[in-house]
C-alpha cells in the first residue's frame, strides 16, 4: 500500500511522520525543508506501507519544483491514500489544497493538525462537518502530543484489511486497467492553470496565473473554513505570542536576533575550549596505546614509523576540535530551526543583504552552510531564481566555513599566533565583494513573500535527531577522511618528497609570503578543506606566513561531498565556474595580503 | 488604497491585486486575494519588508509587491 503525504509547507508534515513511523525527518520551523520525496516504510498488520512525503505545497498547479515533485509522484507510484495533513489554525488556506486534492478522486485522509494550538488560540473544528463538506474522513491530531495517533493508526490497519480484500476478491489482472483514467485527470488537473483559454491573465508566464477554477476553490475554502470553526470565547495572547511580537518588532526584534546569533557564536567557541581539555586526557593514553600497538604488530620500517605517527595524529583533530564544533553547530541550528528564529533573520537582514544583491531568504542556506554545507547546497532551492541559487552556492563554496573547517580554523590560528581579526575582516570582504560583484553580472533580483512561522517550544526528540544526523557524517566522512589524510601527509613528509616542492620556494615566497609547503597545503584544500590545516601545524610557520596560508585555505575550494551536490544541483558547468572562482579568490587573497601585511 | 500606505495595527479587505502581477500566483496560494482580511504587523525601516497577517499565518512581504495591492478599510 502507498500513501503520498501532502501539505502546505509548515503544517508539520514531517512531525506528524516521525509520530507515526518514528524515523528520522527533518522537522523545520521554516518552508521548503524537505524539498525531494522521502520514503519511509511502516508495517501494519503483516502488510507494509510506503509512506511517501512530498515537500510542502500551496497547490499542485504551483510553479515550482516542489509541485513537480508532488505531481510526479503520483504518475509514478500507484497512490492508495492521500495523507492530506492541514494545519487546524489556517483552515481557509489550507483547504485550497485539500479541494484540489480530493478533485483527483483517489481516496484521501484529512489530518487536522496542531489541533492542540488551534484550541489554545480559541478555534473549534466542526470535524464532522468538514469531513462532510470534504466528502472525506478528517481526523484531529497533534504531532506534538499525540492526539489522534491511535485512531490514525486503526483507520490504516483498516485500509490495509480492505485493500488484502479487494486484491483476493478481484484481483488486478493487468495490472493499470482502472489507473489510466485517473492519471488522465491527473494530468490534465496540472495542467489546468497552464492553458491558454482559461486564465484571465493570459499575459502572464506558465503557472504564474490565477483562474476562474483557482478562485472558485478559494472562495469555498473560505466558506468552508467559516462554517466549520467557531471561537470558543475571547482568547488570551499566549506568552509565547508575547515574545514573537517583541521578535518581530523592526528595530528591537533586529537587535534581539543579532544578540541571539553572537551568544551562539561565544557559546561555540567556549565549548570547543572547554572539551578539548577532557577529550585530550581521554584520547593521549588511547594513542599511545595505539602507537605502540602499531609498533609491536608491524616490522620496524618506514611503514611502521608513519602509520604509529600518522594514525593518532589523525585522531586528534576530528575527536577534539571537530566533534564538539559539529555537535555544538548542529544543537544551535536545530535550535534556531525549530524555534521559528531562523526565518526572522531573513526579515531582519532583508536590507543588510539586498545592498550586496543576496536576497534575505539566502540567510537560510548561508547559516546552514556554518553546519554543513552539502545539505545547505539542497536549500538553495528556496531560492527564487537560478541566479541567485548560483550565488548562494558559490557563497557556500568559497566563503562560508563549515562546522568541522571553523572547529580546525581556531586550532591552528591559535596553534601560530595567527591573526584571527586579519582572517575574519578578509573572510568578511570577500563574502561582500564575491556577493556584490556576482549579482552584477547575474542580476536576479527578485519580489519575495514567504511565510513566518510561529514561534514555538523545540521538541526534545527533533533537536536529538537532528543533531544525530548532522553529526553522523563525523564516522562515516570525516573520520576517515582525515585519518587517511593523515597518513598520506605523513608518507610524503617521511618519505621526502615535500622536499622536492623547495624549487617552487622562491616563486611562493615572492608571491604570496609564505613557504613552498603551506602552499601545498592550499593544494590539498581540493580534497578537503578542513585537511589541509593537518599539513599546516607540521610547518614552523612565523604568525604572518600562518594568517596568509589560514586566509587561503579558508577562502578555496569546496569540499569533494560538496563539489558532487554541487553538480546534481546546478550542473557541471557551474561547478567549473565555482572551482575556477575559488581558485582566482585564494591566489588573489594570499597576493592581496601579502603586499597589504606588513613584513 | 494601496497596501504600502498601511499602518501597523491597521485591518483591511484586498479589494484587488494589479493585473499582470508575475506574483499573482503565490500571492493567491498565501491567501491573499480579492476578498481576504489582512493585517498590518510591522514594517521595516529603510523600505524593507513589510509583515503582514492572513489569518492565522504572518507573512513577510516585499514593499514592491505590497505596491500592487489595492485595499480598503474594513
Known sequence: MNIAVIGNPNVGKSAVLNRITGSNWFVSNYSGTSVEITSSTLKIGGQVINIYDTPGIYSLNSNGEEANLAQGLFNEKEIDLILNIVDATNLERNLILSYELSEMGQPMLILLNQIDRARSMGIKIDCKQLAANLS??????????????????????????????????????????????EKAQIIILGQECKCSGNCHNCGLAIGDCVSPEDLRRAEKARQVARMVSGQMGARQKAWLEKIQGVVDRPILGTIIL??????????????????????????EPINRII?????????????????AKAVPEGLIIPFTIIMPAMLMVGLLMALLEDTGLLPRYSVALERAGSIFGVSGQAIIPLSLGFGCRTPAIVATRILPTEAQRFIIITLLSIVIPCSATLGILASVISAFQASLAVIVITMLTVLLVLAYTLSRIMPGESEFIYELPPLRIPLGTNIWNKIKIRFSGFFTEVLPLLLLMSIGIRTLMESGVLELFRGLEGFTRLVFGIPAEAFVAVLITVFQRYLAPIVLMNLPLNPREATIAISMIALSLPCLPMMVMTVREVGFKSLAKIIVLGLATSFSVGILLNIILPG | MLMTTMKPGHKVHVLEILNDNPMARRLYEMGIMPGAEIEM???????????????NTTLALDRRIADSIVVEDC
Not at chain 1, 495517533?149 to 493487468?174: F, I, T
Not at chain 1, 557559546?267 to 581539555?277: A, Y
Not at chain 1, 602507537?291 to 602509520?307: D, K, R
Open chain 1, 136 to 181: 472525506s474522513p478528517v481526523l484531529a491530531f497533534s504531532a506534538a502530543t499525540g492526539e489522534g495517533l491511535a485512531e490514525l493508526m486503526q483507520y490504516l490497519e483498516k485500509q490495509v484489511d480492505n485493500k488484502g480484500r479487494r486484491s483476493v476478491h478481484y484481483g488486478r489482472p493487468d495490472g493499470y486497467g482502472d489507473r489510466t483514467e
Open chain 1, 258 to 283: 543579532l544578540f541571539i546569533a553572537y551568544l551562539g557564536f561565544k557559546l561555540l567557541l567556549n565549548f570547543i575550549k572547554i572539551s578539548e581539555g577532557p577529550i585530550n586526557s581521554i584520547l
Open chain 2, 41 to 55: 504587523l510591522s514594517r521595516h525601516p529603510f523600505k524593507g519588508p513589510l509583515i503582514i497577517k492572513v489569518g
Open chain 1, 291 to 307: 602507537e605502540e600497538f602499531i609498533m609491536a604488530v608491524l616490522p620496524s620500517g618506514i611503514v611502521s614509523t608513519v602509520l
